[in-house]
T-cell receptor
């Protein structure tokens, strides 16, 4: 099994839609989970940290399911500006080694 | 303003030459990281350092070397042993080893080796 699995997409959705991404990880000792957003030819930028209890930031909701070893990102009321690649990140080795998923591409269309 | 500075933004080298990519941060972060990204792919970890004078290999360290002589600086050398060096290189730092301390990235260096 790959260390992480993330559907590459692209997810083409209409503006206003709700879209969800999952990222599964194989190392059960993983700690510290994050979602990053990356625009074309730019550096990744932190979207949100993922807490065990789940957390929400405006239109974005992140959740962690340790039993099934995946994290999820839900985007409500999609905007054109949400078009980007979304990368999941998790920490192992006491949280020191941070590994990225391959990214899921989202395209929001009119 | 605090941040991470990578230079240069674009770098061109001939095959067989070593090249060093610069990464400097003034965020007073303890940990620093180097990642490589190829077109259409995710980021792969090359090296990381939690503290001055100490660093660990990531998943693709072969053909690369680093040093951490100062807290603020974490240069990456791409050696001639790296078989496919052309890529987008990203440096990042992190406040500490705390579980929820996120990575902050520089703007990256695009290296082209011909």
């Amino acid at each position: 099994r790959k260390e992480v699995e993330q559907d590459p997409g692209p997810f083409n959705v209409p503006e206003g839609a709700t879209v969800a991404f999952n990222c599964t990880y194989s190392n059960s000792a993983s700690q510290s989970f994050f979602w990053y957003r990356q625009d074309c030819r730019k550096e990744p930028k932190l979207l949100m940290s993922v807490y065990s209890s789940g957390n929400e930031d405006g239109r974005f909701t992140a959740q962690l399911n340790r039993a099934s070893q995946y994290i999820s990102l839900l985007i409500r009321d999609s905007k054109l500006s949400d078009s980007a690649t979304y990368l999941c990140v998790w920490g192992t080795g006491g949280g020191n080694k941070l590994t990225f998923g391959t990214g899921t591409q989202l395209k929001v269309e009119l | 303003d605090g941040g991470i500075t990578q230079s240069p933004k674009y770098l061109f080298r001939k095959e067989g030459q070593n090249v060093t990519l610069s990464c400097e941060q003034n965020l007073n972060h303890d940990a620093m990281y180097w990642y490589r990204q190829d077109p259409g792919q995710g980021l792969r970890l090359i090296y990381y350092s939690q503290i001055v004078n100490d660093f660990q290999k990531g998943d693709i360290a072969e053909g690369y070397s680093v040093s951490r002589e100062k807290k603020e600086s974490f240069p990456l050398t791409v050696t001639s042993a790296q078989k496919n060096p052309t890529a987008f290189y990203l440096c990042a730092s992190r406040k500490d080893r705390g579980d929820n301390s996120p990575l902050h990235f520089g703007n990256g260096t695009r290296l082209t080796v011909t």
